[in-house]
């Protein structure tokens, strides 16, 4: 097993991020983590990267802490932290002295797939940095990528480009957990679907079972959290 998390509860003072929920990751999934805002998506990908501890329960990948794991994972947030000089070339200059996974190769084609300008971030639109963001991320060779909303904000264009290169560089060895609101267009993605309502499991069903029932994700979506 990637990664699981074990009857893990997060509280926040009096309100609770997650309650009571277990969560198996093997290798080769691409998850969708579904749910409206505040059904503590955002809590369950800052635990599995690491960024948070549990309240109760237990949080492991490659049977580990994630912190113990860290280069083992690579966590895309939906806050752009690019600073405004940030140009691709200095981007790439940045992981590579970061992350002996980092792999040149990959951030140029991604680069040339994802239509990334080469100038400054400040200079860039929305979404283009977004495709910037994503490219760093994609260009790491991890064993769990998990991102939060890539696709939250961002142009059609831009989102279509961003599923393409997801689809590009998923590898049989790693395993995505992929949040967003996006769930028609990314529904084609996903082997499985984990929804998420209140901090509670609502639902964790395999992508394809859902479709020979002749229902889509987006449908049961609907269904489960409407």
């Not at 912190?67 to 994972?73: E, F, H, V």
């Not at 961003?162 to 995505?176: C, T």
């Not at 929804?195 to 499991?201: A, M, P, Q, S, V």
Request: glycine share 10%.
């Amino acid at each position: 097993m990637l990664a699981m998390l074990d009857d893990v509860t997060k509280v926040y003072g009096k309100s609770y991020g997650l309650r009571d929920l277990t969560l198996e990751i093997p290798v080769g999934q691409v998850i969708g983590l579904l749910g409206v805002n505040g059904s503590g998506k955002t809590t369950l990908l800052k635990l599995l990267s690491g960024l948070l501890l549990p309240t109760r329960g237990r949080v492991s990948v490659l049977g580990e802490s994630p912190r113990r794991n860290r280069a083992k994972l690579v966590f895309l947030g939906e806050t752009d932290a690019i600073y405004r000089w940030t140009s691709p070339t200095d981007a790439e200059r940045l992981m590579s002295g970061l992350y002996p996974d980092f792999s040149l190769q990959c951030y140029r084609t991604l680069l040339d797939s994802l239509q990334i300008p080469m100038r400054r971030a400040g200079a860039m639109s929305k979404g283009e940095r977004a495709r910037l963001r994503l490219a760093m991320a994609l260009a790491r060779e991890a064993s769990l990528y998990i991102l939060d909303e890539p696709l939250g904000g961002i142009d059609l264009v831009s989102r279509e480009r961003i599923l393409q290169s997801i689809v590009g560089q998923w590898r049989a060895d790693a395993s995505i957990i992929l949040s967003t609101h996006a769930v028609a267009e990314a529904e084609g993605l996903f082997d499985r679907v984990v929804f998420l309502r209140e901090g509670i499991l609502a639902l964790d069903a395999l992508a394809e079972e859902l479709r020979e029932r002749g229902e889509s994700v987006r449908s049961t979506f609907l269904e489960v959290l409407g």
